[in-house]
């Protein structure tokens, strides 16, 4: 458990002035007071990372992991104060655990079929009925391809507002709240000041599209966009949530390298 973990001084030092850098980036590109939300991207990095982050004097609570099974070891060694975001690939097959396994997930981000949502809305609905009973609604985003490459997941924006709809209307314990994308490296790289980002552009107009068919706010949808690399230029454009991971972290291992519990001295013995 968490109590047992030990937390190396030096790297916790650096991950804090690290964490408070972007951070400081982030609301430096957000005009208007507006808060935008940071995830850490913690996957494939120990456990360890995310407490010292966790804990004071930083007390960070928006993790994001991309693994189910990696999320499902971290959320048991990990305080339930943290706040999860699952933004990687989703398969059907998973969703239902993963809703129902991890009281304290706050989002999943990276929803893109019915099958999926159904699935999720049977995770916490059980949730609900068992030990989970008075856990909030378990946020949803649904994930749009924004670049149309084949190898993205995601929603066609055309098809948007069919699935947003039928989270609103089919599941009493998910609550939709934004867009996401990832988007194409290339059109990331090709983006300036003047140039907007087109991903972030079709985001935007997607939302817009969404807000209007269904009826709902602009503030009741929010977007989900801007990694290590963008994040600036996405916030430019509108971002309400950026999810920034190597530029906090450090580079990723490779996954067969990942251990969410580094073996330390005491561990081994
Ligand atoms: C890994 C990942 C990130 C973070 O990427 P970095 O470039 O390391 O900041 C953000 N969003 C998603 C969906 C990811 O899979």
């Known amino acids: 458990m968490a109590e047992d973990m030990q937390i190396n001084p030096q790297r916790a030092k650096v991950l804090a002035e690290n964490i408070a850098s972007i951070s400081s980036r982030v609301n430096a590109a957000s005009k208007g007071g507006k808060q935008v939300r940071l995830i850490a991207v913690s996957k494939l990095k120990p456990a360890t990372d995310i407490l010292a982050l966790h804990n004071p004097p930083t007390q960070h609570l928006h993790f994001g992991e991309n693994y189910v099974q990696e999320l499902l ?69 649904v994930q749009v391809n924004t670049s149309g490459e084949e190898n993205k997941s995601g929603v066609e924006p055309g098809e948007t507002t069919e699935l947003c709809k039928h989270i609103i209307e089919s599941c009493p314990h998910l609550k939709l709240t934004g867009l996401m994308t990832i988007g194409a490296i290339a059109r990331s790289q090709a983006a300036t000041e003047e140039n907007e980002n087109e991903d972030f552009i079709t985001l935007r107009e997607t939302r817009d599209k969404v807000v ?58």
């Open 212 to 269: 209007k068919e269904l009826g709902l706010k602009e503030e009741e949808l929010e977007l989900s966009m801007g990694m290590s690399a963008d994040f600036e230029g996405a916030i430019r454009q509108g971002s309400d949530e950026v999810r920034v991971g190597s530029e906090i972290f450090g580079e990723r291992p490779a996954k067969k390298d990942a251990v969410v519990l580094e073996k330390t001295e005491q561990g081994q013995s």
């Open 73 to 141: 070891e971290k959320s048991r060694l990990l305080p339930r104060s943290i706040r999860w975001h699952f933004i990687g690939g989703l398969q059907s097959n998973k969703c239902k655990q993963l809703a129902e396994q991890i009281p304290n997930l706050w989002c999943v981000s990276s929803v893109d079929s019915a099958k999926k949502v159904d699935q999720l809305e049977k995770g916490r609905k059980a949730l609900a009925e068992g030990d989970g009973a008075g856990e909030d609604k378990l946020r949803i985003m």
